[in-house]
């Protein structure tokens, strides 16, 4: 059964940093394409960032702006995003997400992780 | 534009047809996908590719597409689809990923 399990999030102020990580198990995660995927408080989806299974890396710029970088630890089963220089409208519950197709950068997401909560105030 | 537009919500008679539509200029270039997302849950991958259903999908979801429009159809709505539904398209210019703002969708 695939898992993605999110962890890392909490309360920062605006300035601040933090790591989020995304435990996979399930799968053989070398192969996939990953994403992060972010939902304001009662607002849609958006998506953040994405690496693929060679490690090409693309961005939502007009989102991230240089602060986020995406990173994947293949020996690790490990999906992160490391956030800076944190801003309030950056409040949100961050989902890791999985690529449904092996060796494709689809962005068809099939499994996602339960989410971790990132909260922006001071 | 690199957007997707959705209408923010809709309803359904139970047992009736819905259409929900997604309208963007990624969209003449790139096939939809569909998510549904139900209240504190993570979103679930619907419909993707070519009118695409995952395993376990029923097979009421479908979807069509026309210049820069896709549209998901519930043919005969259940109460178990009241949920919220994105559409997802890629943004080839920007080498990015598009959600639209999602539509809600209400069973009567």
């Known amino acids: 059964e695939v898992q993605l399990l999110n962890s890392g999030g909490g309360l920062v102020q605006p300035g601040g940093s933090l790591r989020l990580s995304c435990a996979a198990s399930?799968?053989?995660?070398?192969?996939?394409?990953m994403s992060w995927v972010r939902q304001a408080p009662g607002k849609g989806l958006e998506w953040v960032s994405g690496i693929d299974n060679n490690g090409y890396i693309k961005y939502n710029r007009d989102l991230v702006k240089g602060r986020f970088t995406i990173s994947r630890d293949d020996s690790k089963n490990t999906l992160s995003l490391e956030m800076n220089n944190l801003r309030v409208e950056d409040t949100a519950v961050y989902y890791c997400?999985?690529?449904?197709?092996?060796?494709?950068?689809?962005?068809?997401?099939?499994?996602w992780g339960q989410g971790t909560l990132v909260t922006v105030s001071s | 534009s690199s957007e997707l537009t959705q209408d923010p919500s809709m309803s359904v008679a139970l047992g009736q047809t819905v259409r929900i539509t997604c309208q963007g200029d990624?969209?003449?270039?790139?096939?939809a996908t569909w998510y549904q997302q139900k209240p504190g849950q993570a979103p679930k991958l619907i419909i993707y590719g070519k009118n695409t259903r995952p395993s376990g999908i029923p097979d009421r979801f479908s979807d069509s597409s026309s210049g820069n429009t896709a549209s998901l159809t519930i043919t005969g709505a259940q109460a178990e689809d009241e949920a919220d539904y994105y559409c997802k398209s890629r943004d080839t210019i920007n080498n990015s990923v598009l959600f639209g703002g999602g539509t809600r969708l209400t069973v009567l």
């Open positions: 997400a999985k690529d449904h197709s092996p060796y494709y950068d689809s962005s068809d997401f099939d499994s």
């Open positions: 990624s969209l003449r270039t790139s096939y």
């Open positions: 399930g799968f053989d995660f070398s192969k996939y394409a």
